[in-house]
């Protein structure tokens, strides 16, 4: 996982400074990997996609088993001072008594996008970029990496100095190393096991002394174990990777932990800090290839407009994207930015007309197709479902490594009981499922084929009037009448997946074939119904039902773990798709 290269040497740090730029012509420059727009002159521009690349590939070379690109394509806002900066960073940093900020970083589903400013005189104007960009590169491991790792390996990499020949990075933190002689340590013991939700996570003081600590066992780690030739990490996150418990596993690593720490104390009284430098005088990297071209004013505000709604400000998103539209109701790029902003709001029926406006447009934005076939998707007429697979197909080809297009797919295919393309597109996205979110869906969606695919395998049974054969049990059902209240629309169970562990409750029939329940989980109660009881997949765990399983008397009381989708009929939690009856 954090296979370190042998080309890393160490050495005591120095830095250069940052020259300065202020064309105001705005271009595009595209490197390969990065998309640059900057208002700071073409060659100001193309050090910047230089300094781009060369992280990029450091952390390539270093960490040769993570995947260093974002699923999600990564633009840089380049801006020549303070002024430009305000004009796109986030609202929270407007107000007086906020952070000066140098940089920022915004991660979303579609695009990502790092501000920065060129005129800082700082020794490392890039530092938050930096910090954030080596998040990035471990966003696949942070489930498993203990937060003190996750950030503390951040802060690590957040002085590196990209030079022509080499990169320098791990140079010590001063304000860290005078913050810490000044304040009492957290004892490791309890620094292995803080979360998200730590107070010493949120609280100002507390938090600073977090950060610093988690610098210094980090930087500590890792000089002494290219010193000794070893690796702590990689072996710390071995032990991580299979949930061990974090003291236990640090014990295991790192030796004892109060040695430890009083060798960390030490350590950051030191006078002196060593670094590593990584000749970077071989990397592919030619700025002569960067494609590069002046962007009109309309270009600059519809970008503008995208990420302002990325960084949350969405009436400025909204009020620039409707200029724009109002000269050229042809820019994509503005209607992806009103679709997004309405998409943060919760305003889903305007995201989705806003989305279908840019894919009219042909916009090469992956996540737009891919949102429009949501408008389809839940239909019933075939010739919708064919535009919402044309919609994920094209997403696809634009983007090859976006997993839920395949997920949303499949299961469009398999709605249609098309099983054999749902398995093609679900063993494609195998390759490219790595983040937790990923993983969970894609297991889900292959779950539900392999319930569809065995059903298929059954002998076909006609059963009597009233029966209906599913999983080798046999369901008889009664044929009331249906109240009002248990009226539901008729919809492909296609939403969002849940499962629902607990007891059956309240079973109710109603005709035609309606079925209503409820599961009392230890959380909540899950409201739930099936319009057709006779497509209801029932099996059961460790024991055989005897005779026929009457569901509306035979379920009440009985423990089930529930499969159903997120339903538009919002009297209910969802629609059921399967019911696994235990004892």
């Known amino acids: 996982m954090f296979n370190r290269c042998a080309c890393l040497v160490l050495l005591l740090a120095t830095l250069s400074g940052v020259a300065h730029a202020a064309p105001d012509q705005w271009i595009e420059l595209k490197t390969g990997h990065f998309t640059i727009y900057s208002d700071v002159g073409e060659k100001k521009t193309r050090q910047i996609g230089d300094q781009f690349e060369r992280l990029r590939w450091m952390f390539q070379t270093l960490f040769p088993k993570v995947e260093v690109d974002p699923v999600e394509p990564l633009f840089v806002i380049a801006l020549k001072n303070k002024k430009q900066f305000r004009e796109f960073e986030p609202e929270a ?15 979303s589903s579609d695009r990502d996008y790092i501000l920065l400013r060129t005129d800082t005189d700082t020794d490392h104007p890039y530092a938050t970029v ?22 503390g390996m951040a802060e690590f990499f957040q002085n590196t100095d990209i030079r022509q020949k080499d990169v320098q990075l791990g140079e010590a933190s001063v304000n860290d190393i005078l913050f810490l002689r000044q304040n ?11 979360d998200q939700n730590s107070h010493y996570y ?12 988690s610098w210094a066992l980090t930087h500590y780690l890792m ?4 010193i000794s030739n070893k690796d702590f990490v990689t072996d710390y996150m071995r032990h991580m990777a299979r949930h061990e418990d974090p003291v236990q596993a640090a014990e295991e690593c790192f030796g004892n932990l109060k040695k430890l720490q009083s060798a960390l104390e030490d350590y950051i009284h030191n006078s002196s800090y060593k670094q590593f430098v990584l000749n970077s005088a071989a990397a592919a990297i030619d700025d002569s290839k960067f494609n590069v071209r002046s962007l009109s004013q309309p270009e600059v505000d519809a970008s503008r407009a995208d990420e302002l709604a990325h960084v949350g400000r969405f009436d400025d998103a909204d009020n620039m994207a409707n200029a724009v539209l109002k000269e050229d109701s042809n820019n994509a790029t503005a209607h992806e930015a009103l679709a997004y902003s309405a998409f943060r709001k919760g305003n889903r029926e305007a995201a989705m007309r806003e989305y279908g406006n840019a894919v009219q447009l042909h916009t090469d934005n992956f996540f737009a197709w891919s949102m429009a076939a949501m408008q389809n998707f839940q239909s019933v007429d075939q010739s919708a479902k064919k535009i919402a697979q044309t ?17 949303n797919l499949a299961e469009l295919y398999m709605s249609t009981s098309d099983l054999g393309d749902a398995r093609k ?30 059903i298929a395998k059954q002998k076909p049974i006609t059963p009597p009037q009233g029966q209906q054969v599913q999983a080798g049990t046999i369901i008889t059902m009664p044929a009331p009448e249906t109240p009002a209240d248990m009226k539901h629309p008729n919809e492909p169970a296609t939403g969002p997946k849940h499962v629902a562990d607990g007891v059956i409750q309240s079973v109710k029939c109603g005709y035609p074939a309606v079925l209503e329940l409820t599961v009392a989980t230890k959380a909540k109660a899950v409201k739930l119904y099936i319009n057709n009881y006779y497509q209801l997949q029932v099996s059961a765990l460790n024991y055989t039902p005897q005779g026929d399983l009457q569901p509306c ?31």
């Open 93 to 107: 940093y407007l107000a007086k008594g906020t952070l000066d900020l140098a940089g920022y970083f915004a991660n």
């Open 130 to 151: 930096f910090h954030e960009y080596t998040h990035l590169q471990f966003r696949d491991e942070e489930q498993e990496m203990p937060l003190w790792l996750f950030e």
């Open 184 to 194: 009492n340590l957290i004892p490791l013991a309890d620094l292995f096991r803080f």
């Open 202 to 213: 949120h609280e100002e003081n507390k938090g600073n002394i977090f950060y610093a600590e």
């Open 223 to 226: 000089i002494t174990g290219k």
């Open 391 to 407: 919609d994920l197909q094209e997403s696809i080809r634009l983007n090859p490594r976006y997993v839920l297009s395949y997920v």
């Open 425 to 454: 597109f679900l063993t494609e996205a195998q390759t490219y499922a790595h983040s937790p979110r990923d993983r969970n869906a894609l297991n889900a969606s292959i779950h539900q084929l392999k319930t569809m695919t065995d």
């Open 553 to 583: 008397k035979d379920m009440q009381g009985m423990r089930a773990r529930v499969g159903y989708a997120e339903s538009s009929d919002k009297s209910v939690d969802g629609q059921i798709i399967s019911i696994e009856l235990r004892k």
